[in-house]
DNA sequence: GAGTGGTCTAGACCACCCT
DNA sequence: GGGTGGTCTAGACCACTCC
């Protein structure tokens, strides 16, 4: 076995080794990795070591362990996303509602767009793409609309709906940020807890006044980038993303 | 002690009850928590067990073990960068250089802005805020240029040198997303492998053709956010970030 | 020298999957 | 039933800090 540093503890070494035979391909993507019994005889530590270095790769997103079955290495499939649209996300996607109830909003990441107090009608649900959850996203809408409306909030977008019913969105105000996963995200996503995430805070101004939008998207750092352009020329520091884009 | 929920790992439980304990105030920000050992026999689990639970937390950014002093619950201080602007950073911060060479970019995260294949000048650098480190940039630009502009550039913003020079950004192309730390970044911060970090690739067009910068922004999640807000009124999906923004 | 966290080990038990 | 990963334990050694 070829040690690539020195110096470095040995689940270190275990790992980094295995991280460069998965980068050479040596372990292809979607296939098995030996097990832990194997790979402790074929580097001469325990199993408990390589179990440590394991767990560090599957919380860089490198592998994933099923119990019973073996450690496969992950395919690699990230969308690159343009953040200057109003939807929030594509149209080819599917969702699949989560729940629907009434909350305030609590969570302390909030706090950066500065939410009301007072409770919100709050409708989760997850996107799917390409046969796996994409993002995890948890919006609050003011309560004070038709029934009728709100039943549409679980299936699709929300500023289709809103648009459906002659509301706009006239101003987005987003904080992007990352954050290790935790609670509902970590089973949604079937990733570990502390999973580094990508997380888009939003609030939407509409043309109802009275017609607030606030929520986070969140999703594992190996699904999801987000994009943007800016072009400095056509005005004092103001910003046109790439001209026009209607789909 | 109060097991919030049952079906949790013992590791997961203490992890929890920690949790809730700094979220509480038990455990204040900056003072250190009991040792492993005083844990295992209040939790009665093994210190093993402790350790677990705690090196998902320092995972997690809640807390900072030091071998030999003690662990210690880590002040939360984030950064909130308003993205539509032209510099990189902040104009209070303090920049210390890593190192300047002569590479290729050989990243593959960087393949999202299409970097060219040749070898560039490349500046390392840390930007600090606070008395700790904020961000680590790598930055890329063509090598073609003047022996006393390059020196300029391990100390201040590439931006600002190559204002001073006449040559300005006219178009900025930027990718965020997330991931775990590695390499250069764990030593910088003092973040264990694998740490949820914020990454910030830009791709900058400027009035020199010969002049295309390249680079990334790197900071741990705790440290740094972004921000960016549209107002959807002034034209068809187009976005004109707070008007103006002079400092 | 006492206490700390980090590493490594051997060994055990469990739940799960597959054949 | 044999193999897998996940969990938990007891015990040891090291490097470090602080007194």
């Not at 767990?55 to 592998?63: S, T, V």
């Not at 599917?94 to 909003?105: A, G, L, M, N």
């Not at 105000?173 to 995200?185: C, E, F, Q, S, T």
């Not at 750092?221 to 994009?227: E, I, N, Q, T, V």
Request: proline content about 6%.
């Amino acid at each position: 076995m070829s040690q690539s540093q020195s110096s470095l503890s040995l689940h270190e070494t275990v790992r980094e080794e295995i991280r460069s035979r998965i980068a050479a391909g040596t372990y292809a993507p979607e296939s098995p990795i030996p097990s832990t019994a194997m790979l402790s005889e074929e580097f001469g530590v325990s199993t408990i070591t390589v179990k440590r270095a394991l767990r560090d790769l599957q919380a860089a997103g490198a592998i994933v362990s099923t119990p019973g079955k073996g450690t496969y290495v992950k395919r690699q499939r990230r969308l690159l996303r343009q953040l200057d649209v109003k939807q929030p996300f594509l149209d080819e996607a599917s969702i699949r509602p989560v729940s629907v109830t009434r909350e305030k909003i609590l969570d302390p990441t909030m706090a950066s767009i500065e939410p009301p107090t007072h409770a919100m009608l709050c409708v989760r649900k997850t996107i799917w793409s390409d046969d796996a959850p994409l993002v995890y996203d948890t919006t609050y809408v003011s309560t004070d609309m038709g029934d009728q409306i709100v039943e549409e909030f679980a299936g699709h977008f929300v500023v289709d709906v809103l648009e459906k019913h002659g509301i706009h969105v006239v101003k987005t105000h987003i904080v992007i940020d990352a954050a290790p996963a935790a609670g509902m995200v970590e089973e949604i996503f079937g990733i570990p807890n502390g999973y580094p995430t990508l997380r888009r805070l939003y609030k939407m101004v509409t043309s109802d006044p009275n017609v607030t939008v606030y929520g986070v998207l969140q999703a594992p750092f190996d699904r999801l980038a987000c994009k943007i352009d800016f072009d400095w020329t056509s005005g004092k520091n103001s910003a046109l993303p790439r001209g026009r884009r209607r789909k």
